[in-house]
């Protein structure tokens, strides 16, 4: 018999990975504060529950997907949290992208009440979750992983242990901050290229080709800023927030990030300019307004 699921943050992400639990064939109880994404949810099959506590006494294994770091600890630790509500031996499967040592934190509080977490942050973006082909790097127990799988395979295709609670977020904090660079990295070169005189498609696909290609060029601002879309999948605001994340890592690290501090800054000029709800593409719009060239196909 499938376990009973809770799901918490139904945004973006959290509701495609939601609508793929159900396909799945997950008894599901959801929640948000946001009643939207909720009343779609119950037509389809899920049950609505009334807080995050209520969620947890209905679920044998909870799921967060939340944007901020206090997000997660007001929905898991504080009053009328999951805590309140989960009985013994229930897990806690946090998907969202917060800092590892908040992570390592909250599973030791769980921990206490006998309650297992894993951190299981996810990158595929929109379109993953909707296909259900997200990469999934998990931190925890690997006992607790293994009997977790079935459950995560419902929602990702590439499924990661990465050791300890609080591995799971370093290795995807890693990821955003290479990410990161490399769209902004991508914006200039390309921007500098075509400025100079060369046709846009022609650089595109001999770099593609070459030793500079990167995977956030090559696929994803190929399917988004080059297409004229800067609608979220993955949003200015929650990039700035994870370079951010990597920045306090690596202060805790003694590890200097030149790279990562100077792209976090740049983002932040994004945030300063109003733009921190459009997709992460944003920065090649931004460029071609600034030095008037077209990065399109």
Do not use: W
């Amino acid at each position: 018999m499938k376990e009973k699921v809770g799901f918490i943050g139904l945004g973006t992400m959290g509701k495609p990975m939601a609508l793929n639990l159900l396909k799945a064939g997950y008894e599901l109880t959801v929640y948000d504060l946001n009643p939207n994404p909720l009343k779609e949810l119950n037509e389809k099959g899920a049950a609505m529950g009334q807080s995050n506590s209520d969620v947890a006494s209905r679920s044998d294994i909870v799921i967060t997907m939340l944007p901020k770091p206090d997000d997660v600890e007001e929905v898991i630790l504080r009053i009328n949290g999951l805590i309140e509500g989960l009985k013994s031996n229930s897990i806690v499967i946090d998907m969202s992208t917060i800092d590892p040592s908040v992570s390592r934190r909250i599973a030791t509080a769980l921990s206490a009440k006998n309650i297992k977490m894993l951190d299981a942050p996810v990158s595929g973006g929109e379109t993953g979750a909707i296909a259900g082909t997200l990469t999934i790097m998990v931190g925890g127990d690997e006992e607790v992983f293994k009997n977790s799988l079935p459950l995560l395979e419902a929602m990702g295709k590439n499924l990661y242990y990465c050791g300890a609670n609080g591995n799971g977020q370093i290795v995807k904090l890693i990821n955003n901050l290479l990410a990161g660079i490399h769209r902004v990295a991508s914006a200039e070169a390309l921007s500098l290229g075509v400025k100079a005189g060369v046709d846009f498609k022609v650089l595109f696909e001999v770099i593609n080709s070459s030793s500079g290609q990167s995977r956030s060029m090559q696929t994803y601002a190929a399917a988004k800023a080059f297409k004229g879309d800067f609608e979220p999948g993955f949003a200015v605001e929650l990039m700035h927030k994870d370079l951010g994340l990597a920045l306090n890592l690596a202060k805790e690290e003694k590890v200097p990030l030149m790279l990562g501090a100077l792209s976090h800054q740049i983002f932040s000029n994004l945030m300063a300019l109003g733009l921190e709800r459009r997709d992460t593409s944003i920065i090649f719009k931004v460029m071609e307004d600034l030095l008037n060239v077209r990065l399109r196909f």
